[in-house]
């Protein structure tokens, strides 16, 4: 099965900063790679996406790059801001599949 | 925009009681997944549906059931709920295979 792994369990960034979030995974087969964001008291919310034809994607403020080659993905968020504390989790799954395959979660704290 | 409604937010019941978690969405989607979270611990795949009166064990299916008679709707039913079933449950649908997964906003199960 699939093995997901985060970096580090939690992080904590100066506001305005820009955060990095880890995530390594292990099976060369996935080939679809997701982000959510969790706050406190609420579901997973889907932040962005990549597939494993690409490298590199861009959102609002996000940005998700996929190293394949060493099986890692990571989440930048520029200019952090208080809204941005919640718990983040990578999420993996191989074509053909139903299940994602979910990483620990890391918990981003933003100080003022 | 997907909506997964879960039908309660905070439950408080007995050991040994029966309990029905119940999972809506709206978008005609094809899969439905109940997960459970617990601190430490991640999302953990109790069970999944692909298609009405469908359904597979995911990791943790032991002293649970399921139920998908509608395309909508998935239930989740602990047969005879114990205190080591206290837990967040969330429920989560995907349009297809392959595709990210759209959480409900949690139900947070306590059994005393």
């Known amino acids: 099965g699939e093995s997901v792994g985060l970096h580090l369990p939690t992080l904590s960034v100066q506001e305005g900063d820009n955060s990095i979030i880890n995530c390594a995974y292990s099976?060369?087969?996935?080939?679809?790679f997701i982000w959510y964001k969790q706050e406190s008291g609420k579901g997973p919310q889907f932040i962005i996406d990549?597939?494993?034809?690409?490298d590199k994607r861009q959102g609002q403020r996000v940005t998700v790059l996929l190293n394949k080659t060493v099986k890692h993905l990571s989440l930048q968020i520029a200019a952090t801001q208080p809204g941005d504390s919640a718990v983040y989790f990578c999420?993996?799954?191989?074509?053909?599949?139903?299940?994602?395959?979910f990483g620990a979660g890391t918990t981003v704290t933003v100080r003022a | 925009d997907v909506k997964v409604t879960q039908s309660s937010r905070y439950l408080v019941k007995r050991t040994g009681e029966k309990v029905f978690l119940e999972c809506v969405q709206d978008m005609d989607h094809e899969n439905m997944f109940w997960y459970r979270q617990d601190p430490g611990l991640g999302l953990r795949l109790i069970y999944f549906?692909?298609?009405?009166?469908?359904?597979e064990k995911g990791d943790i299916p032991e002293g649970y059931s399921v139920s998908r008679e509608k395309k909508e709707r998935f239930s989740l039913i602990l047969e005879s709920a114990s205190t080591n079933q206290t837990s967040m449950y969330l429920c989560?649908?995907?349009?297809?295979?392959?595709?990210?997964?759209?959480f409900g906003s949690g139900t947070q199960l306590s059994v005393l």
């Open positions: 549906s692909y298609d009405v009166k469908m359904k």
């Open positions: 999420a993996v799954i191989g074509s053909n599949d139903y299940k994602l395959s």
């Open positions: 990549i597939r494993s034809n690409m």
């Open positions: 099976n060369s087969a996935s080939d679809y």
């Open positions: 989560a649908s995907s349009r297809t295979v392959n595709e990210k997964l759209f």
